[in-house]
């Protein structure tokens, strides 16, 4: 000990990181333009000022002395201890990781407190299931939400660091493929904010979305290996490791129960990642759950020379964790996807038994557990599905209660029902998941029978209360035999639930009277609508500080946690409208510069920031539509080399259009190739100089967008009218001041009813137009004949003038479109153009275009996720939240006796009873108040090991003087 306290004293008195070394600028990197581009270190230097000013603003954060020496102390330390690098061998990778420590130790003890209050409450407590957690990057959210950023920020400029350089080192984690797994990483995050008491569950894929990469125009896709370097915010939890099953034979007993017997084992290794709520204390988990062979490798076969065949056995168990499957929207039944989605629902279903049972005794003996019933199961358990992949867990539960808890059918039944709900995501009948028969069979042979048996009971109730009609029982059985025999997912999901929700309200109509009509009939109360929202603290507190600070300047701060307020922008442009037309203009104009510059920067590509930034970032799919927007660049194109009056009153433009294209997805690759080419062909073209300019943007990812949708002029939300479920992408763009350029589609239905339609660029049909159009027989080809403009753009295109003369490159694109033309893109050509027309000239009229720009974002308050979530919560889960005491640090020489057997074992680190400081007893504010002081941990509060347990003074006592380390005798809690 004497010699622990000594190297730390030591410590102490380090000196500050060596000034890292700027880089030889590249010799070969793209000139810079006079006019456009802004030098690299004074757009830095802005974003770091703008970003500490605005804290100062909306008064976040204690700028003290005190709080940065505390700051740069854990950050040496990391850097000495955690990674073992002397100041001068550091690279800029080490400052990142260090940096990382030390803003996950400020977290620790509110993830320590918080469950230390659920288990005090003991809530109903939330598991949100998703497949896919598109998280992107950590560090700066959580400095955010901690409200530490500015704090750490000027802590590092005084060490001569830049916080900008240290943010871009740490990589995406890109276990998503898009909106899906982006609205359930903005659910936690409001989650944690209303201080639910809420677990995410998922899988640690090794290998996330892949990184895309444009060659010759072709999208080549390699591997996102996001955990190569390793990954700082997670803890590995092998305490908690659990058996998954797969395959083998069932046997029915002799009293009449089943047991799947012959099977193989893949051991569920949980990976736990702290999700903290904005300034409340509170810090959820994150579970991640990744494979793990349960042997080693076979000996035998290294004696016989034979090493591929050990790796291999030991590889196809570790497969299952191994890659994120890209969502294409076509469901094509994989034997991989069905063992990564029952994989996560065992392992998850597991855990929240173990949970439920152990929820106070923290022990495994059962003769100690606190619950041996499972009536109270229900009421202390909400499970949400995200769509229908974890939709196995309704057969998993009822598998676990009835073979292994040996409860009767009917008691399981009611409990499974009672616990889970649902919500839809797609109304694409395609993307509809459908597993075969044969399939699990072979692979989950106990819950194909359970799905048979809930099946049959589920069509009794059907005949029941609509007798004779076996239409309708054929429609709502849950075994589809048109085809190759198959279980739908979807209809499982609805029957084993008590709530279905769609995401939008024109989606969850489309639901009730279309897609899922019997069933709506048959359960009424079943269905709701739960429109999607964002998180502000990522879509603007953080991606765009400049808004920030400008929204903040007017109505204040409470935005961050109460979106709505933004209403109140309404009030200050009419109290002060050149004032507020200025910010708004001056703050997306900043945006524009910095985006111009990045763009140089990493793509060497030049854009002009006083153009109109034309932006559709998604997935690249037919149903998108980004074909129609191909179709106005090249009608913008043939007008400016026609000349005359289009030419001279042209408003320039920029164009990005960013997105992935499932690599099976042959025509959205394709649809790729026609964006790349029509912009090699606009930018060489000297007739488009400086007033039209296309650009793709390559690999799109969160990263990416927090920075084209802070600069976003028009956002391009331009599906066909019935097939977008809700989108998020358009309320992020509509949050940071870009007007919608969109059909009646989705979330847009409800974002023009907030901001008024005269606030939105509407056209095109609505949904009840295209069922009409398409009843009555739909003729592309048509379209076409009757329309020169567009006829002239589908012939250039089939010419090959945007393929270097090839007739046949582009052909199946044509083909598509004078053929079914299924979206409907010539259809809606006469009203999108008109639409995009109207927008070029009112952005010709600055002040016009601002006021509609203040308009959109004070009515964006309504998409907030924690909305959402409240909504979610108030009529489905029905949980309380329970808010966490302030978390204190222990003070020195606490008795490690004082740490009774049989406490809540809910951390690493506890604060005693007998500490000269104790918790306050009373409670959190209901509302997250973003003034309310910070807890910052001491240098070493948050270092542990097996028999050491480093505690330092409380937060009024900060000094440089070394810690006092305490030997702790038993360090079983976990």
């Known amino acids: 000990v004497e010699t622990v306290n000594f190297f730390f004293a030591k410590m102490s008195a380090s000196p500050p990181p060596v000034i890292p070394q700027e880089k030889e600028k590249d010799k070969d990197s793209p000139p810079k333009d006079a006019r456009h581009a802004v030098d690299e270190e004074t757009v830095a230097l802005r974003r770091r000022q703008e970003s500490i000013r605005f804290d100062y603003v909306a008064g976040l954060e204690q700028l003290s002395e005190d709080n940065m020496h505390a700051i740069r102390s854990l950050f040496n330390r990391h850097l000495h201890c955690t990674l073992a690098k002397e100041l001068n061998m550091a690279t800029e990778r080490d400052y990142y990781l260090s940096l990382a420590h030390t803003v996950r130790d400020h977290v620790m003890s509110g993830w320590f407190e918080t469950q230390r209050a659920y288990y005090r409450a003991d809530p109903k407590r939330i598991y949100y299931l998703s497949l896919e957690f598109y998280m992107g990057r950590t560090l700066t959210n959580t400095m955010i939400n901690l409200g530490i950023r500015g704090l750490c920020t000027k802590a590092l400029y005084k060490m001569g660091l830049k916080m900008e350089e240290l943010e871009e080192v740490e990589v995406d984690a890109g276990l998503g493929n898009g909106g899906l797994g982006r609205l359930a990483a903005c659910f936690l995050d409001s989650m944690a904010t209303l201080s639910l008491p809420a677990y995410g569950y998922g899988l640690r894929y090794e290998y996330g979305i892949f990184t895309q990469r444009i060659r010759d125009g072709y999208q080549e896709e390699t591997p996102d290996h996001w955990l190569e370097n390793g990954n700082p915010w997670e803890i590995p939890r092998p305490e908690y490791i659990l058996p998954i099953h797969f395959y083998g034979d069932v046997k029915w007993l002799a009293d009449g129960r089943f047991e799947w017997e012959g099977s193989q084992i893949v051991l569920a290794v949980p990976y736990d990642t702290p999700i903290p709520g904005y300034r409340n204390h509170t810090v959820n988990t994150m579970r991640l759950w990744s494979a793990r062979s349960p042997n080693g490798f076979d000996l035998s076969y290294f004696n016989h020379g034979n090493y591929i065949k050990a790796v291999i056995d030991r590889n196809l168990a570790e497969n299952i964790t191994r890659v994120l499957y890209p969502n294409d929207n076509f469901f094509e039944g994989k034997e991989l996807r069905l063992k990564q989605e029952y994989f996560l629902v065992s392992a998850t279903l597991q855990d929240i038994i173990r949970r439920y049972k152990n929820f106070k005794t923290g022990t495994q003996d059962v003769a100690q557990l606190q619950r041996t019933s499972f009536e109270e199961f229900p009421k202390k358990c909400a499970i949400q599905l995200n769509d229908t992949h974890p939709s196995l867990g309704i057969p998993e539960l009822m598998r676990l209660l009835v073979d292994v808890e040996h409860l009767p059918w009917n008691d399981a039944w009611d409990i499974c029902i009672r616990t889970f709900a649902y ?323 989705g979330a847009n239905i409800e974002m023009a009813s907030e901001a008024g339609e005269d606030n939105l660029f509407i056209f095109g049909m609505r949904e009840p137009d295209v069922i009409r159009l398409k009843a009555s027989g739909y003729y592309a080809f048509g379209v076409y004949l009757r329309n020169s403009v567009l006829r002239k753009c589908i012939d250039q295109i089939a010419d090959g003038v945007f393929s270097h003369g090839s007739q046949h490159t582009f052909r199946p694109i044509v083909d598509t479109l004078l053929g079914p033309d299924n979206y409907c893109v010539l259809a809606d050509y006469d009203s999108y153009i008109a639409a995009q027309d109207a927008a070029a000239a009112l952005y010709s009229n600055p002040t016009k275009w601002t006021e509609k720009v203040v308009a959109n974002v004070a009515a964006s308050g309504f998409f907030s996720s924690d909305r959402t979530i409240a909504e979610y919560n108030r009529d489905i889960w029905h949980s309380t939240p329970v808010k966490p005491v302030e978390p204190r640090v222990p003070t020195p020489n606490v008795s490690a006796g004082s740490h009774a057997r049989g406490t809540p074992t809910t951390g690493l680190l506890h604060t005693s009873s007998a500490s000269a400081h104790p918790a306050p007893a009373h409670p959190a504010p209901a509302h997250p108040t973003p003034s309310a002081p910070i807890a910052l941990p001491l240098p070493l509060a948050a270092i542990r090991a097996e028999t050491l347990e480093a505690v330092s003074s409380t937060r009024a006592s900060v000094t440089s003087a070394p810690p006092t380390i305490v030997v702790r005798h038993h360090a079983s809690e976990s």
């Not at 967008?705 to 956002?715: H, N, Q, R, T, Y």
């Open 423 to 745: 919500t839809n995501h797609t109304i694409l009948p395609e993307a509809l998941e459908r597993w075969p028969v044969t399939l699990l069979q072979q692979v989950l042979p106990r819950h194909l029978m359970i799905i048979y048996e809930i099946n049959r009971r589920h069509l009794d109730h059907v005949m029941t209360m609509f007798p004779g009609d076996i239409e309708r029982r054929n429609r709502m059985s849950l075994i589809d035999d048109y085809g190759e025999k198959s279980v739908n997912m979807a209809h499982l999901c609805i029957v084993g639930s008590h709530a279905v929700n769609g995401v939008a309200a024109l989606h969850t109509e489309i639901l009730k009277n279309s897609t899922f009509k019997d069933f709506f009939e048959l359960w009424p109360d079943k269905f709701q609508n739960k429109t999607n929202g964002i998180t502000p603290r990522r879509w603007l507190l953080l991606c765009n500080p400049a808004l920030a600070r400008c929204i903040t300047m007017f109505i204040g701060d409470s935005w961050v946690t109460n979106l709505a307020d933004l209403r109140q922008l309404t009030a200050a442009l009419a109290r002060d409208h050149t004032t507020v037309v200025e910010e708004f203009r001056a703050a997306k104009h900043a945006n524009k510069v910095h985006f111009a510059e990045y763009l140089l920067r990493t793509q060497g590509v030049k854009v002009d920031p006083s153009s109109l930034f034309d932006v559709q970032v998604k997935r690249i799919h037919e149903y998108k539509r980004q074909l129609l927007n191909v179709l106005h660049i090249i009608t913008l194109y043939n007008r400016l080399k026609d000349g005359g009056e289009a030419e001279a009153h042209f408003v320039p433009r920029t164009v990005f259009i960013g997105g992935k294209a499932a690599p099976g997805y042959y025509l959205a690759k394709l649809i790729i190739r026609l964006i790349c080419s029509v912009a090699e062909v606009v930018n060489s073209d000297p007739a488009c100089a400086g007033k039209l300019k296309v650009v793709f943007l390559e690999n799109y990812r969160v990263t990416l967008a927090e920075k084209v949708i802070p600069a976003a002029d028009l956002s391009q939300q331009i599906s066909l009218a019935g097939t977008e479920a809700s989108g998020t992408g358009n309320m992020k763009l509509m949050l940071n001041g870009a007007l919608t350029i969109g059909t009646m589609d």
